[in-house]
């Protein structure tokens, strides 16, 4: 009889092949990190900053984005939530993302 060369099959999975789909990194606002020594007149500046932006939004584009990212639901979840359809919630969203980046947006002063 012909001796058998195969690796025999280990007990436990070679941890560089991870079974199953690789999950998703998400990254929201809370996960931002201004560093450990950040002064907490920044932290103000920046908080004062974000809650004028938000003001700045409409009700309808606030609401959609509270609930997409500081809630964490998923656009049809913010959907169902409010009651419209997938696509108006996530234009909603879209929208006040834009204005959101657009208030945030440092400007250099025109001469």
């Known amino acids: 009889m012909a001796a058998d060369h195969r690796t025999p099959p280990c007990d436990r999975p070679d941890p560089q092949h991870r079974s199953g789909p690789t999950p998703r990194l998400r990254v929201g606002i809370r996960d931002y990190d201004s560093g450990a020594h950040a002064d907490d ?29 500081l809630g964490e639901r998923t656009v049809p979840e913010v959907a169902q939530q409010l009651g419209i359809s997938t696509g108006t919630a996530g234009t909603r969203v879209r929208d006040g993302v834009l204005a959101l980046q657009h208030a945030l947006t440092p400007r250099t002063p025109t001469p």
């Open 41 to 69: 007149r920044d932290a103000l500046f920046i908080r004062s900053q974000l809650s004028a932006a938000l003001a700045g939004l409409t009700d309808k584009q606030r609401e959609a984005v509270l609930l997409r990212y």
